[in-house]
């Protein structure tokens, strides 16, 4: 199965021009939405803030009141509740904000591995073997160090939420003209047929908790950085994300 992440009335694998036409389109439509986002955000944070803040004395003023059990418990799930909206608001952000690409030239492999190094204390708590299988090339491209692996980390969150009883994690890269393609693939549950046109969509959340934003701000970091991103996925064995990276020399 194959999905580019967008609704289609043809499924058959787009062109490579369809594909460069959906990505500009995207990001030409989350820069505006970005726009309003920004203004919005900023309207929206300090009336927040300002209510944090006099929440936190309102509790301070009624402490050791033994005879405001009841208005502590409603403080706190009021500072619960902001704090809530707060998070909410970030996640927005963070996928529909303005994206400032700090681009640099840098080893993919290096960073593949720095990932893996990170992320292997949670995936050996959970039973998940990580690792990693590098191209020999070394290749270099311009990338934004912290935004990439932002979005690589949501792919290997995923993946490893895919294997609640434990299983393979593997990240593999290879080069191939002038691109570096960078698979992070799961032994896992697998995605239905159901659930594949919109798994970039924002806010598309199978899981209890979930917020669907993870895939959804992945997908906009790599075409941020005139890259792909494609997902093959064969339920109940495993699922592969391709990530497609123009090499440094290719521009
Ligand atoms: N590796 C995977 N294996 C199986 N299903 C997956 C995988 N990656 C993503 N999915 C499906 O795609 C959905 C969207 O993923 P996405 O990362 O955008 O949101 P989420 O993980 O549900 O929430 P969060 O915002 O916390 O990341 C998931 O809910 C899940 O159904
Ligand atoms: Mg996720």
Do not use: W
Not at 34 to 60: I, R
Not at 120 to 138: G, K, N
Not at 225 to 230: A, E, K, R
Request: net charge negative; charged share 25%.
């Amino acid at each position: 199965m194959n999905n580019q992440g967008t609704r289609r009335e043809h499924p058959e694998i787009p062109s490579r021009s369809t594909r460069e036409h959906d990505r500009l389109a995207r990001l030409h439509q989350l820069a505006t939405l970005g726009e309003l986002a920004g203004g919005l955000a900023h309207e929206l944070k300090n009336p927040l803030s300002t209510v944090k803040l006099n929440l936190q004395l309102l509790q301070e003023d009624l402490a050791g009141r033994a005879d405001m059990e009841r208005s502590h418990a409603r403080i706190a799930t009021l500072r619960r509740e902001v704090d809530r909206l707060a998070e909410t608001l970030d996640d927005f952000l963070r996928f529909a904000g303005r994206m400032e690409l700090h681009l640099t030239p840098m080893h993919i492999n290096r960073l593949v591995n720095d990932m893996v190094d990170f992320f292997q204390p949670q995936t050996h708590a959970a039973a998940v073997r990580l690792h990693a299988s590098l191209c020999p090339e070394d290749p270099l491209c311009r990338l934004d160090g912290n935004l990439f692996k932002q979005a690589m980390l949501n792919l290997m969150i995923n993946a490893m939420q895919a294997m609640p009883g434990g299983g393979d994690l593997i990240i593999r890269t290879h080069v191939d003209g002038n691109m570096v393609f960078v698979d992070v693939s799961d032994t896992g549950t697998g995605i239905s047929p159901e659930a594949m046109p919109h798994l970039f969509e924002a806010y598309f959340t199978t899981k209890k908790g979930g917020t669907g934003l993870g895939l959804a701000t992945t997908r906009r970091i790599i075409e941020e950085h005139q890259g792909h991103i494609q997902v093959t996925s064969e339920p109940g064995r495993g699922t592969n994300f391709r990530l497609e990276m123009p090499l440094e020399t290719a521009e």
